[in-house]
């Protein structure tokens, strides 16, 4: 008889070979917004005082986008994705920014190539290795027949989508130390873009990760909650790096802190950003169109959004409601619904000619490259001939 293991490893060597590649990086020109939108900048707002703003939707979203022997059937859910983002742009009311999780298989990376957002960022790839990783052990034994097999099979599944320019890319996974179970399978961890939005005096830094699972790792709980303390300590080591502190930055995506106080309290301690669930509780002025139960309704989703206030351009969530959750005329056709968070972005005085891009510019000529710059684009490319994402 053939042990288990190697039937696994047959299985999903087998399965998962259909696994597609993520997409490749491709940007608008600095300064430019996206032209299936009709060209469409974003509004700037002047109050009476001088102050000046103006608004962006950041969408986070796990589309289910995994392979036989994972799921089956998806194909036809991950193309509806795709196309009622793309008539949402035809229409000019689709997110400006999609952090998308487990876009793992080939429909899924053409879920997302069709929404037809001219900046796309991946995460990292299935061969890269991490740059932050902790030394501490699991505890427990490595379990073959649990996924830890010690190589990854798929990569991150992680991809920045954006009608604003990228002007630079970081990413790293998490380490082969840090992870449990199936999920080891996968090359999870964050990538970072930095946006630079039409009249904003500054690049906008928007993170995307996707972190272990609880009881779908199929291991012990000290082994997966072991392996998301390693994660979370990981991100902060990543964004501490890679990050620019003066300018404000959105972190969201698949947290796996469900349920688990645990999980979110020691997540809480390394990353004491504004988390937009707890944010908009107690505040009028963030309208909520999300049915929201109990003290702590952040415990009751895996897909949270953090947010960190910049030097000069001040961030604040002013609406927050889902997408994608089986509403009339929003489908569900994933097992996680989307989370869509609109912040408002405000700073006095006159913004630069170009706005981030002149931001950013200016950093460069000062000799000080923009966030990720080392690790993505050194300069705006257009369409799909850029290199790809590794």
Known sequence: MIPGRILLGAALTLGLAGCGSLPRFRTLPCGGVDAGDGDRPPATQVSASGERS????VLTYNIEGLQ????SGRGRDLVGIGRILRDLRAAGTAPDVVLFQEVFSRAAVRGVVATGYPSLASGPSRTRRSVYSQDDRLPGRAKLAKGELGVRLMSSGLVIASRFAITGVARDPYSRRACAGFDCLS???VVLATLAVPGVPEGIDIANTHMNARKAS??????HRAAHRAQTRELEAFLAARRTPSRPMILGGDFNMRRSPARFDDFRLHHPFGLVHEYCQTRAACAVSLSWDGDAPWLDTQDLQFFAQGT???IVPVAVRAMFDGAPGSPKLSDHDGLLVRYRLSWTGDAPPGGGCAWIAELRRAGRPAAGQ???PTRATTGDR???TR
């Open 386 to 388: 850029s290199a790809p």
């Open 312 to 314: 000069r351009v001040r």
């Open 374 to 376: 080392a690790d993505g």
């Open 218 to 223: 199929k291991v012990a709980p000290a082994r």
């Open 68 to 71: 036989w022997p994972a799921r």
């Open 187 to 189: 090359n999870k961890g």
């Open 54 to 57: 103006t608004t962006i939707d």
